[in-house]
């Protein structure tokens, strides 16, 4: 794509189109995830902050780690929350736990000596993680994988 330069805001729409195309449950309103941003940050924690809480229930990693349910919805929030967003040091440090963790949970479902699994695996919504949504917070914490 020599001499085609976009900036960040509209590589980040860009890729909430791409992901949508991918099949996914539709685009996310950017202006919603900045307000929810926004929201959250009036209470002190951010989407992805919440995800590491274990508090909080009604999040990705909550439905994944702990009731072995990959929720499709769920991710795609998280992925245009950050590309629709700055995050900081702590958020970055939390944001490549999550993906750590949501390999560990492909590798632990594959494990036939290990207990865990996704309820709702399918090779389809494997290949959408490594293919999509993990390239896409890779390239936000500005690592390759």
């Given at each position: 794509?020599?001499?085609?330069?976009?900036?960040?805001q509209?590589?980040?729409?860009?890729?909430?189109?791409?992901?949508?195309?991918?099949?996914?449950?539709?685009?996310?309103?950017?202006?919603?995830?900045?307000?929810?941003?926004?929201?959250?940050?009036?209470?002190?924690?951010?989407?992805?902050?919440?995800?590491?809480?274990?508090?909080?229930?009604?999040?990705?990693?909550?439905?994944?780690?702990?009731?072995?349910?990959?929720?499709?919805?769920?991710?795609?929030?998280?992925?245009?929350?950050?590309?629709?967003?700055?995050?900081?040091?702590?958020?970055?440090?939390?944001?490549?736990?999550?993906?750590?963790?949501?390999?560990?949970?492909f590798?632990?479902?594959?494990?036939?000596?290990?207990?865990?699994?996704?309820?709702?695996?399918?090779?389809?919504?494997?290949?959408?993680?490594?293919?999509?949504?993990?390239?896409?917070?890779?390239?936000?914490?500005?690592?390759?994988?």
């Amino acid at each position: 794509m020599r001499g085609f330069k976009l900036h960040h805001q509209e590589w980040a729409t860009v890729l909430v189109c791409w992901l949508a195309n991918l099949g996914t449950t539709g685009i996310v309103n950017k202006t919603n995830m900045r307000t929810e941003h926004l929201e959250r940050e009036d209470k002190k924690q951010s989407l992805i902050v919440a995800n590491k809480d274990d508090e909080v229930e009604d999040t990705f990693c909550y439905k994944l780690f702990e009731l072995g349910e990959f929720d499709v919805a769920k991710v795609q929030e998280l992925v245009s929350y950050v590309l629709l967003n700055e995050l900081n040091d702590k958020e970055k440090d939390i944001l490549r736990w999550i993906v750590e963790g949501v390999n560990s949970c492909f590798a632990y479902h594959k494990d036939a000596n290990d207990y865990y699994l996704i309820k709702n695996y399918s090779k389809k919504i494997e290949d959408k993680w490594s293919m999509g949504w993990e390239v896409t917070l890779n390239a936000a914490l500005g690592t390759a994988n």
